[in-house]
């Protein structure tokens, strides 16, 4: 039977070691948050760039207001109001493919792209028609609410380029929207998730794991809803609104 080992964290009487360092003597006060998260995904610490592009991305997903997941959290809090946990968990659970963690989708084309070579132009097109012959949104663009452009994506990309790196990703995934917008024969902007699917791509983060940074991103966020529902009780007036807007029908009427 092989052995299973732990390089992630030990701890004895005097001391807790996180990958090899001291949290008290190397981490508790000299690296931020953001610096921890990058360490424990990349098992080194980040550079200032790479530190500055990952906190945009997560201040970028942290909050957008009265959604899917901040109202699952709101009512969950209103159940069950003395175990907060299971509250942001509800609320947690509603990051998927639809609301927040959709970056993977693009970030996988990227990342195709980069690897395969050639001309980055005959790939995006190529892309844009296996999405259209298969009648698929391409992950990374659109928005029903900003329009013509999602305002967080060129802030993103300024962000890379004030960080100094390399910006190749952000250079294929304008390519790709350049292809899409041809194909389509209008402009569909690069969104939310499109640009941090670069970004991150930018700074090393595997395309499986991006989902995690949305979770914890998105945590932070929940925060704020219970505190405003503590206050506010905007769950009991979401029902009656179910309740006055929503009228049972007797299924044996037609």
């Known amino acids: 039977m092989t052995e299973i080992k732990t390089n992630i964290a030990t701890f004895d009487a005097k001391t807790i070691t996180v990958r090899g360092k001291n949290l008290v003597d190397d981490l508790i006060g000299r690296h931020s948050f953001t610096d921890m998260l990058f360490f424990l995904t990349r098992n080194k610490f980040p550079t200032s760039a790479e530190e500055r592009v990952l906190d945009a991305c997560l201040v970028t997903l942290m909050e957008h207001g009265l959604n ?125 998730t499109g640009a941090i699917a670069a970004s991150l791509l930018e700074i090393g983060i595997p395309v499986d794991i991006m989902r995690c940074f949305a979770v914890v991103s998105r945590a932070g966020g929940l925060i704020g809803h219970i505190m405003e529902e503590r206050k506010t009780h905007s769950a009991r007036h979401i029902v009656n609104l179910a309740r006055k807007h929503i009228p049972y029908e007797d299924p044996s009427v037609e």
């Open 68 to 192: 899917a997941t901040t109202l699952i959290t709101r009512l969950a809090y209103d159940s069950v109001p003395d175990q907060v946990q299971v509250a942001m968990a509800a609320g947690l659970t509603g990051v998927g493919d639809v609301f927040v963690g959709t970056m993977e989708g693009c970030a996988r084309i990227l990342y195709r792209g980069l690897q395969e070579g050639g001309d980055p132009d005959v790939y995006c097109r190529r892309v844009v028609a296996e999405f259209q012959s298969a009648k698929k949104n391409v992950p990374g663009f659109g928005h029903t609410t900003h329009s013509p452009d999602d305002p967080r994506a060129p802030r993103l990309f300024e962000v890379v380029a004030e960080a100094g790196l390399k910006g190749v990703y952000v250079d294929l995934v304008r390519r790709l929207g350049a292809a899409l917008d041809h194909a389509s024969g209008r402009h569909l902007t690069i969104n939310a």
